[in-house]
């Protein structure tokens, strides 16, 4: 069992930055891959960026490359989602989740999952 809790949203003007932390909790937390998914009123949830358990393979979304950065810190049980330049298309819930595997960053492949923070960026 993996428990997850986002934090770190808010709201901010266009091209300022915002670090969101997933909190993360039980025993076999850190073998996990984690992602980040976000997702925008009216709209499917979408792929942000992922992080193999180790640190050592990432991959972000074409939309948010360059600008989003990824990590975590195993002793300190936190994953982070450092978002610079952020724009107004970037506004959404952004959500967690963990899956055993660091593959296609597809929903299915995803047991567990925060309850989301909302980012709000304005023009």
């Known amino acids: 069992q993996v428990e997850l809790v986002e934090s770190g949203g808010g709201l901010v003007q266009a091209g300022a930055s915002l670090r969101l932390s997933c909190a993360a909790s039980g025993d076999s937390w850190r073998k996990y891959a984690i992602a980040w998914f976000r997702q925008a009123p009216q709209k499917e949830r979408e792929f942000v960026a992922h992080?193999?358990?180790?640190?050592?393979?990432?991959d972000y979304a074409n939309s948010v490359k360059g600008r989003f950065t990824i990590s975590r810190d195993n002793p300190q049980n936190t994953v982070y989602l450092q978002m610079n330049s952020l724009k107004p298309e970037d506004t959404a819930v952004y959500y967690c989740a963990a899956a055993p595997n660091f593959g296609l960053p597809a929903i299915i492949a995803y047991a567990y999952w925060g309850q989301g923070t909302q980012v709000t960026v304005s023009s």
């Open positions: 992080i193999s358990w180790t640190g050592g393979s990432v």
